[in-house]
């Protein structure tokens, strides 16, 4: 059974850090490429981050790239996305995503929620 499950929100002041984890079981994990995407409350699901599946590779928008870094551990089955200099409008739920470019199968996680606010 495939789950993905995502841990690590929570409430941080404007300017804090927190480091989001999605723990992956039930597929071939290194196989998958993975991606963090949130949705802000009343808005339209966006991409946060994206990573290949050894990963070596990223995309982010231009709007993250700068405090937000998605890295993964195969071995653990995990990926993770750093977020820093947080601001208000980052308030969202944040869901991470794993997709296979060869079956094109997806998988999302639940979500978790990050609430910037002082």
């Known amino acids: 059974q495939v789950h993905l499950v995502e841990s690590g929100g929570g409430s941080v002041q404007p300017g804090g850090s927190l480091r989001l984890s999605c723990a992956a079981s039930?597929?071939?994990?290194?196989?998958?490429?993975m991606s963090w995407y949130r949705q802000p409350p009343g808005k339209e699901r966006e991409l946060v981050a994206g990573?290949?599946?050894?990963?070596?590779?990223?995309n982010y928008p231009d709007s993250m790239k700068d405090r937000f870094t998605i890295s993964r551990d195969n071995a653990k089955n995990t990926v993770y996305l750093q977020m820093n200099s947080l601001k208000p409008e980052d308030t969202a739920v944040y869901y991470c995503?794993?997709?296979?470019?060869?079956?094109?199968?997806?998988?999302w996680g639940q979500g978790t929620q990050v609430t910037v606010s002082s």
């Open positions: 990573i290949s599946t050894g990963g070596g590779n990223t």
């Open positions: 039930g597929f071939t994990f290194s196989s998958y490429r």
């Open positions: 995503k794993a997709w296979n470019p060869l079956t094109t199968t997806v998988f």
